[in-house]
């Protein structure tokens, strides 16, 4: 099962961010860590690992499915598309999806999530550009 656990950790430092996956790592206790393992090696080390679907598929698969639900994780697989090439347009195009087979309520609150998460995305972004940017005029 190690195998396993570590394929579901690059998997998931690779869609998440390895910046994520550390501070998730840091709040596990007593009480979530076989949970937390659990996750690593089913979700990330068998679902997301196995090579019929490639990440931004599953990416906005993933997307489709939190939207629907209503799922709070909604916002972090958002952040974590980008991660992996994810358009918005795609992710648009996944929430008009939603919005037909899920219904409207669900896609309205999937937009007003995908518009903050991604405008912060982006602001962040562009902050990354700046920097930068004025440290290649110091250099």
Partial sequence: M??????GMK????????EHVERAQARITEL???FQRFITETAWGSVWARPDLDRRTRSLVTIAILAALGREELALHLRASQNIG???????EVLLHVAVYAGVPAANTAF???KKE??????ASEETDSTQ??????E
Avoid: F, W
């Fill in 2 to 7: 190690d195998e396993r656990y570590e394929l």
């Fill in 11 to 18: 998997v998931r430092r690779e869609v998440l961010g390895s």
């Fill in 32 to 34: 979530d860590a076989d």
């Fill in 86 to 92: 994810v358009d918005t347009h795609e992710i648009a």
């Fill in 112 to 114: 007003a999530v995908a």
């Fill in 118 to 123: 991604l405008a912060q995305t982006e602001h």
């Fill in 133 to 138: 940017k004025s440290q290649e005029v110091e």
